[in-house]
């Protein structure tokens, strides 16, 4: 907990977005997780990106459930929308709300509780059901709040604060992701915003399901020796195999990549997805590749990051279902409530 | 970079700004401070001991330490530091049990004391407590030299002025007043341990330009005719007054002129505006009570009438900038002539030591100024010191405390047989934790963002009708502690403890000013570019830490640090730390039992 607040004074040197907005603009209430969360910084992250991409705060929706994690939108984009439900029943509330208006960018906030444990099988149908949104999940393999116990995210053999080993195998939401179809999965770590930041621009561009992993140390209790998700352990373990770079329409591009390494995606706005692979072996366009990768990866105690699988072109719930691309809040009363008339028509047309 | 040594005293006395700019180093933050907490006499006491006259220096002091505020950098407006002391100042308890001890039983060294000017009394209060015998000698008939002879009692009370000159001379000092002293031969004859020369720049520059000596008897030198009116020789001025010069003589003359019955005051100046000596709230003071002020006007003649002065005629000109210098050149247009009975020159004055024979061993420069050391201030002659403006001419009466300080360990150390330039004592830094306990600091550290609070004036009439009312009537305790509140308490340093640090990047993400980024080390120039936020105030430094488990250093660039303390509140691990420094300027009570 904090209690000074954050002065509003800011850097006179501050840049601003497109739209003449400094990243200030785009913060909140001082956080009131413990000091050192890496949940914190995962919510400078997401400050960061929406800033840089010139989206202006009140087209963003924040959905969250229960957990540290599920806090963190308080903490960021004090102008957005936002939901913060039941313990993790966060996908149904975003479905509904995608289905209701899908101008709004949605970025969900979750954690390996509230998306490994009670909200598992919620997790899995928003995947299947493609909602274009970008889901986050604060991953630090513990119960914090309820004061340390393992989550099903925690490696076996990874020990608690007194030293006890977890008995049990992980569940992994990147791997659960590719499989069940999600367009773009990512893994990062909080303490790595270069690489983290990116990411977020991308999901939150990309149309579909876009997925990102973050790993986020605990720093009261699962940051220790023998945690596998304390800040030292993440940073001794990681393997980035594939770099993401947004590229938006008004930067110029500085780089120059050797050829054959980079993959450039069109994203629907204009701007452009330069996929660097700095793994050779490391395919993020092909599912079954990506995934038997990050699997072998994973049995060998390493932990891989980046963009680890991306589908372009693909599809949303929208599309899948044809509905209307106008939000039901832009509908005339005529055309949301037809009236008993129509209904009866369309009874008629099934009998 | 190399990583910044903070136990250098220096480091972190830069950050406090404002000490840093103070020539006697006045801990300003911590004064404000204990004046937020209604703790004057405390306050007053910190002031007393660094700078020895708070009431006087509340008022006339030229700020050095305002501009240099942090407050200027990260809004606009500096905390009103000067009134603050003032503020102190007035609401001071009874000071007498925090007062140094003067011992009955003397060392047996006699110092001179040449001036009661601030330069002076300052030395006087540093040697007294140590034992020395100290003798005063001025030409005027009491102490304070320029503050009582100079500055009009608009600006300072003459009550406020005695207490603080009284409050030294009544430790003991032996007063030689109504003496003029001719001679530094017969000085040195009188065989004293050691001499301060503190007799100021008593000479006021003139100007020769046609028609000068016809006119003399209308033409009065401005410090000169300050000091007439404050020992109550002059009781009015009339016709009409033109004033030249740009410096605060200048306006004190206008604003005197103004109160003794002139028909007309304008100050005329040869520079512009911007350029002009005088402090901005000076101009500003004289200008609300309607005194024009011209400027690049180069006084061309005095016309007169068989002696009896009818004006002068000004030339036009207009500042050019040729290399970075500003340059007036003639603007082509005729030249003005303002009408006028009596001028007030006030152009500059020197320090002018006529009495000091040239065959002492006593050496001048080409300029005729002594040759002083800039750090113990000894002449070339062992026994003799100067301070104040007789040192190296016309300044503050802070720069007069803070050569005191200096001057008094000279003369000690010279007494004791020691050198008085390299047996000097060192600086230090003491850096101490303000953690109370959780998410509790010893200061106030939550940002007060409000601005600058405007010090009340006295009633334009009232005060122009009569030269003894106070213009400035300073604070009163509400405002005194709202502008208080404004300080940033810059020696509440942000401390860094890289083997504490686990680089998790809360004190970057909290930080409202961006001063902290965790970067690859590289060359000070490349480094400043390479921050989340650019570091472009070069003066100010980068606080770079040893290099960390991830290759990285954090950097902080000091310059726009709110000293909020959210970085420490946000560190897991205590590796950002709040803590006060206190730097310890040496003054000869250091010494003193």
């Known amino acids: 907990m904090t209690f000074v607040p954050k002065p509003a004074a800011r850097h006179p040197l501050l840049k601003t977005n497109e739209i003449g907005l400094t990243r200030r603009d785009y913060e909140a209430i001082v956080s009131t997780l413990c000091a050192g969360c890496g949940h914190d910084s995962v919510s400078a992250a997401v400050i960061q990106a929406c800033h840089e991409l010139s989206i202006p705060p009140h087209q963003f929706a924040k959905v969250s459930g229960i957990g540290c994690s599920s806090k963190t939108p308080s903490y960021f984009l004090g102008n957005a929308h936002g939901f913060n439900s039941v313990h993790g029943r966060m996908p149904s509330i975003a479905t509904g709300a995608y289905l209701a208006n899908k101008e709004l960018k949605y970025i969900g906030i979750s954690g390996d509780g509230d998306s490994a444990s009670i909200g598992l099988g919620q997790f899995a149908h928003i995947i299947r059901r493609k909602v274009d949104m970008c889901y986050i999940v604060d991953n630090n393999g513990t119960y914090g709040l309820t004061k340390g116990q393992f989550s099903a995210t925690n490696d076996r053999g990874s020990t608690s604060k007194r030293g006890v080993p977890n008995l049990y195998a992980p569940i992994d939401l990147v791997s659960l992701a590719i499989q069940l179809g999600a367009s773009f999965v990512a893994r990062s770590f909080s303490g790595d915003k270069q690489q983290l930041i990116p990411l977020i621009k991308a999901a939150v561009l990309h149309k579909g399901f876009a997925f990102i992993d973050v790993i986020s140390p605990c720093v009261m209790f699962n940051n220790h020796e023998g945690s596998t998700k304390s800040y030292s352990h993440v940073r001794n373990h990681t393997e980035p195999v594939v770099d993401a770079n947004l590229i938006m329409p008004r930067d110029e591009i500085a780089v120059e990549y050797e050829e054959g390494t980079t993959i450039s995606v069109p994203m629907h706005d204009g701007s452009e997805l330069h996929l660097r692979k700095l793994s050779d072996s490391y395919e993020p366009n092909d599912r079954v590749s990506a995934l038997t990768y990050v699997q072998k990866a994973q049995e060998e105690g390493e932990i891989v990051t980046g963009l680890l699988f991306l589908e372009e072109d693909a599809v949303d719930c929208h599309d899948i279902l044809g509905t209307t691309d106008t939000p039901f809040n832009g509908l005339a009363q005529e055309s949301l409530c037809p009236g008993a008339e129509k209904l009866e028509q369309i009874n008629d047309s099934l009998r | 970079m190399q990583p910044t040594d903070i136990h250098n005293p220096n480091y972190f006395h830069k950050v406090v700004d404002c000490q840093w700019a103070c020539p006697a180093h006045t801990p300003v933050p911590e004064y404000i401070r204990l004046i937020a907490q209604e703790r004057y006499t405390e306050a007053y006491m910190i002031n007393w001991e660094s700078n020895v006259f708070p009431g006087i220096l509340g008022r006339t002091c030229d700020r050095p330490c305002e501009p240099a505020c942090r407050r200027v950098r990260t809004e606009e407006k500096p905390v009103a530091i000067c009134r603050l002391k003032r503020v102190a100042a007035d609401h001071k308890g009874d000071i007498t049990p925090y007062l140094p001890k003067v011992p009955q039983k003397k060392n047996g060294k006699r110092i001179a004391l040449l001036g009661a000017g601030p330069a002076s009394l300052a030395v006087a209060r540093d040697l007294l407590p140590l034992g020395y015998s100290v003798d005063m000698f001025d030409r005027d008939p009491g102490g304070g030299g320029m503050m009582r002879s100079q500055i009009p009692a608009f600006r300072l009370p003459k009550d406020v002025l005695e207490e603080e000159v009284d409050l030294i001379v009544n430790m003991g000092v032996n007063t030689h007043y109504n003496y003029e002293i001719t001679s530094m031969k017969e000085m040195l004859d009188m065989d004293y341990d050691a001499y301060f020369v503190g007799t100021g720049a008593p000479r006021g520059r003139d100007l020769d330009i046609p028609g000068r000596k016809e006119v003399s008897k209308h033409i009065s030198i401005g410090i000169d005719w300050l000091s007439s009116v404050a020992f109550g020789h002059t009781t009015s001025i009339s016709g009409k007054v033109i004033v030249m010069g740009g410096g605060n003589t200048a306006m004190d003359c206008c604003r005197t002129s103004n109160r003794l019955g002139a028909e007309s005051v304008t100050v005329v100046v040869r520079s512009a505006f911007d350029v002009m000596k005088a402090s901005d709230w000076e101009k500003e003071d004289a200008m609300a009570e309607g005194i024009p002020i011209l400027n690049n006007r180069p006084p061309k003649e005095f016309v007169h009438d068989n002696g009896k002065l009818k004006g002068?005629?000004?030339?036009?000109?207009?500042?050019?900038?040729v290399d970075g210098r500003l340059k007036y050149v003639p603007t082509g247009e005729p030249d003005v002539y303002i009408e006028a009975n009596h001028i007030l020159m006030a152009i500059g004055q020197e320090n002018h030591c006529p009495w000091i024979e040239r065959d002492l061993g006593i050496e001048f420069d080409k300029w005729d100024c002594p040759v002083i050391d800039e750090d113990s201030l000894q002449s070339t002659h062992e026994k003799?010191?100067?301070?104040?403006?007789?040192?190296?001419?016309?300044?503050?009466?802070?720069?007069?405390?803070?050569?005191?300080?200096?001057?008094a360990i000279s003369i000690h150390l010279f007494c004791q047989g020691k050198d008085p330039k390299h047996d000097r004592p060192p600086e230090a830094v003491n850096l101490i934790s303000q953690k109370m306990g959780l998410h509790e600091w010893s200061y106030d550290a939550e940002h007060d963002p409000s601005q600058r609070h405007i010090v009340p004036h006295a009633d334009l009439k009232r005060s122009l009708d009569n030269i003894k009312v106070e213009v400035e009537l300073g604070f009163d305790e509400d405002l005194g502690f709202k502008e208080a509140q404004r300080c940033l308490n810059c020696d509440v340093q942000t401390v860094f403890t890289e083997k504490?640090?686990?680089?998790?990047?809360?004190?970057?993400?909290?930080?409202?000013?961006?001063?902290?980024?965790?970067?690859?080390?590289?060359?000070?120039?490349?480094?400043?570019?390479?921050?989340?936020?650019?570091?472009?105030?070069?003066?100010?430094?980068?606080?770079?830490?040893?290099?960390?488990?991830?290759?990285?250093v954090m950097v902080k660039d000091e310059d726009l640090c709110l000293h909020c303390g959210l970085c420490a509140e946000r560190c897991p691990t205590n590796a950002w730390d709040m803590q006060k420094s206190i730097i310890h300027i040496p003054q000869l009570s250091s010494y003193a039992e």
């Open chain 2, 384 to 407: 003799i010191y100067f301070g104040g403006d007789s040192a190296f001419g016309p300044e503050n009466i802070i720069w007069a405390s803070a050569h005191a300080h200096k001057a």
């Open chain 2, 500 to 552: 504490l640090c686990i680089e998790c990047d809360a004190c970057v993400d909290i930080c409202p000013m961006d001063c902290i980024t965790f970067t690859p080390n590289a060359p000070e120039a490349e480094l400043r570019t390479a921050l989340t936020a650019p570091a472009e105030t070069l003066e100010q430094d980068l606080y770079v830490s040893e290099t960390l488990p991830t290759n990285r």
């Open chain 2, 312 to 321: 002068v005629v000004f030339g036009r000109v207009k500042p050019v900038e």
